[in-house]
């Protein structure tokens, strides 16, 4: 069985982007592969976390992964600080990485713009996320379009490794699994649970007044036809391929069922089937929350991980000249 890997950052609470970009599509994965789905606080504390949140967040995190239908007796769901041969391998990654091509990444230029006091780990998120994948021998990384530079870096370090020390590593083919789903309040920028406004965002725990206020005041232009424009018409275009998503229905039926309606039924009509979309996976989630659950299936997950990293940590040290024998 071909292996997939997916991480997902415990920064907030996933939102549509998340769900819609990547998790929603995890769950068919699990009858053809063997996957991992990882829950990476480790990348989560390359900006600044407050310690309490984010370990709700992370049992959170695993709730929704289960609360969306991922089936811990098939899958590996784990947490990242707890298989140490994650920072282990990473600190190699970083050792094939060069400062130059790290700053070339976007989602460092974005995390970095205008702050004052960037950690060090923000530069080097890549070479850990390098790391993650290659550990397990992962065939396939099914993420979000806004992940496509990292997973080509990823098997850049990879490429670079096997050919300076010894060819253990595979070389992930990355799956890129839907749009990028933009922030509702600036549609120029993707929308990211760790956005301050929390406005931007549709969070998979907001409750139904909270969406239906989230989608009411997204960004649109001042012409009311709704149509799929995304040079034009940015906000209206990311509503309707949200839309289009959660009820897998396409753009082009959708501008026609709206012909002449205006944004106002639009949007009315798009907050209902949000709140139809969540509703089950909400009522799942806080089952799950509130059980035993969540903490057996990451145990379970952890010693599955650890097991599985030693191979090719050991493999990889080896290489690299880290062991005595
Ligand atoms: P953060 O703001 O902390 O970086 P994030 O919302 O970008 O959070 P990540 O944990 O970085 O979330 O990414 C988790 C998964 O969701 C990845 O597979 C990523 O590609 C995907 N993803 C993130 N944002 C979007 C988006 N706006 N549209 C589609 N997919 C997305
Ligand atoms: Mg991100």
Redesign the pocket.
Known sequence: MKKIF???????I??F??Y????KHFVDFQTSYDCMFCI?DQ??IT?PQDPVALRDQKRKLAALYMAVGIDPNKSTIFIQSEVPAHTQLAWMMQCVSYIGELERMT?FKD?SEGKTGVSAALLTYPPLMAADILLYGTDIV??????RQHLELTRTLADRFNRQYADIFTLPESKI???????LQNPEK??????ANTKA?ISMLDDEKTITKKIKSAVTDSDPEVRFDEEKKPGISNLLTIYSLLNNQSVAAIEKEYDGKGYGAFKTNLAELAVTVLRPIQKRFYDIYESDEVDNALDAGSDKANEQAQHLLQKAEGAMGLQRN
């Open positions: 997916s991480g997902i950052q415990p920064s907030g996933v939102t982007g998340n819609l970009g990547a998790m990476v990348h989560a900006t989602q995390k099914p993420v979000g379009d806004d992940q699994l839907g749009r990028r789903i933009m922030s993707k929308m990211s649970k760790s956005d965002f």
